[in-house]
């Protein structure tokens, strides 16, 4: 998945530098508008996973506390994670 988003990113952003014609970083920097960024098509599928996520985040119900098997969890082990 990784590997995916980075060569999504490497790719759209390389063909967005030489749209702009951009020769060094400063010319990227100064383009007045951002050329690093994923592809569209990869950003409104982001957009989407997001907020399915969300979704499903808020829909779990909440730890009332941190039982024994929850202290790893909660910051609350007594060895390192």
């Known amino acids: 998945m990784i590997n995916f988003l980075v060569?999504?990113?490497?790719?759209?952003?390389?063909?967005r530098i030489e749209r702009a014609g951009s020769a060094s970083?400063?010319?990227?920097r100064d383009a007045g508008r951002r050329l690093?960024?994923?592809?569209?098509?990869?950003r409104e599928k982001q957009r989407r996973l997001?907020?399915?996520?969300?979704?499903i985040?808020?829909?779990?119900?909440?730890w009332s506390g941190c039982g024994s098997r929850r202290r790893a969890f909660c910051g609350r082990s007594?060895?390192?994670i």
Do not use: C, H, M, Q
Request: net charge negative; aromatic share 8%; hydrophobic share 40%.
């Open 7 to 15: 060569t999504d990113l490497i790719n759209a952003s390389a063909e």
């Open 25 to 28: 970083p400063a010319d990227v």
């Open 36 to 42: 690093v960024e994923f592809s569209d098509g990869l």
């Open 50 to 55: 997001k907020d399915y996520l969300l979704v």
């Open 57 to 62: 985040y808020t829909a779990i119900p909440k």
């Open 78 to 80: 007594s060895r390192p």
